[in-house]
C-alpha cells in the first residue's frame, strides 16, 4: 500500500485540486505529496515506477488543463524553494513561483527575468516548457538545469543540451526527466531600470485577471496576433458551459465559475475552427 511507503512524507488524501490550478478546475487526487527534498523525491519516484502507479508531478498550475476527474498521485515539489545568488550566478530549485525569483533578482540588482514578472509558474515547470513573453523567455538566461533522469540518477544538462525553441524543450518532451533545480546567468543593471520593465509587464493592464484562466491559449502566428484573429471572427464573449472567451482579452479563455474540462477544451477545439 502506497500509505506504508509515504507515511513519513506530507501527504494529503482525496484532496480537490481546485486550488491548485489557475483554471480553479474541480478534479481530484487520490493522494497528494509534497517531497520535502530531492532526496524524497527521488526515493517516492522510484517507488511509484516500480509500482506502475499512475502520477503527475504539477508545478504551478498555471499553464495547464487537468483534463480528468481524478488523478492517482499528484506530486507538488514546492518544498524545494531555495534560491542561492552568487555574483551573477542565480540557482533556483523547481518549487520557487517564478515571480519571486524575478523579485529577488530586481532587488539584487540583477536583470534577464523582468519578462517573468507576470507568469505565475514554478521554475522547474518554467524551465521544462520555456516560459516567457514580450519576446523574451527562459532560454535567454539558464545556464544549466540539474535533473533527474529516468534511472533516477542526478545529472546537469547544460544550455544545448535542453534544446530550447519556442515554448518547448528537450525536458518538455521527455517526460521522464523532472527538473530539480536550474542555473540563470544574469547582467547587472540598475535596479530602477529593472523596475521600470517589470512593472510594465505585469500584465494587470492587459488581461483578464479577475476570472480564472491559464493565460494566453493560442501562440500568435508569424506577424499576426492570435487575440485579434479571435476578435475579428467574432468570437469574444463566446461562451460554452462555464467557459468563456474573455471580452477583455480574445486569447485568453475564462472561468464563469462552473467551467469543466471539457468545456475549456471544446471552446479551444471551436476557436482552432472557426480561424481555419
Known amino acids: 500500500m502506497i500509505e506504508n511507503f509515504i507515511k513519513n512524507y506530507e501527504y494529503y488524501k482525496n484532496v480537490n485540486l481546485k486550488k491548485y490550478n489557475t483554471y ?9 505529496i509534497f517531497p520535502k527534498d530531492i532526496n524524497e523525491l ?26 480528468k476527474p481524478c488523478f492517482d498521485v499528484v506530486v507538488k515539489l514546492d518544498k524545494l524553494n ?25 532587488k539584487n ?59 518547448d524543450s528537450f525536458l518538455k518532451r521527455n517526460k521522464d526527466y523532472v527538473c530539480i533545480e536550474t542555473t540563470f546567468e544574469m547582467k547587472y543593471k540598475d535596479k530602477d531600470e529593472i523596475k521600470e520593465v517589470y512593472v510594465d509587464k505585469d500584465g494587470t493592464t492587459t488581461t483578464p485577471l479577475d476570472k480564472p484562466s491559464a493565460g494566453s491559449v493560442f501562440r ?26 474573455s471580452d477583455k482579452h480574445a486569447n485568453f479563455i475564462i472561468n464563469n465559475g462552473t467551467a469543466t474540462y471539457e468545456d475549456i477544451i471544446m471552446l479551444i477545439d471551436y476557436i482552432k475552427e472557426r480561424i481555419k
Not at 480553479?24 to 497528494?32: K, S, T, W
Not at 526515493?43 to 483534463?67: C, F, H, K, M, P
Request: charged residues 20%.
Open 42 to 67: 527521488v526515493e517516492l519516484l522510484d517507488y511509484l515506477r516500480q509500482n506502475r502507479i499512475n502520477y503527475i508531478i504539477l508545478g504551478g498550475g498555471s499553464n495547464v488543463i487537468l483534463a
Open 109 to 167: 540588482s540583477l536583470d534577464g527575468l523582468a519578462f517573468a514578472g507576470g507568469i505565475p509558474g514554478m521554475v522547474g515547470a518554467s524551465t521544462s516548457m520555456n516560459a516567457g513573453a514580450y519576446n523574451e523567455d527562459m532560454s535567454m538566461v539558464v545556464k544549466e538545469v540539474k535533473v533527474i533522469d529516468p534511472d533516477l540518477k542526478i545529472i546537469n544538462l547544460n544550455k544545448e543540451e535542453l534544446e530550447y525553441t519556442y515554448r
Open 220 to 245: 500568435n502566428p508569424p506577424g499576426m496576433s492570435a487575440g485579434k484573429l479571435i476578435e475579428d471572427a467574432g468570437l469574444k464573449g463566446y461562451i460554452h458551459g462555464g467557459a468563456m472567451i
Open 82 to 106: 531555495n534560491i542561492t545568488i552568487n555574483d551573477n550566478i542565480v540557482v533556483a530549485e523547481a518549487g520557487v513561483p517564478l515571480i519571486k525569483l524575478a523579485n529577488e533578482c530586481m
Open 24 to 32: 480553479r478546475l474541480e478534479c481530484y487526487a487520490d493522494y497528494l
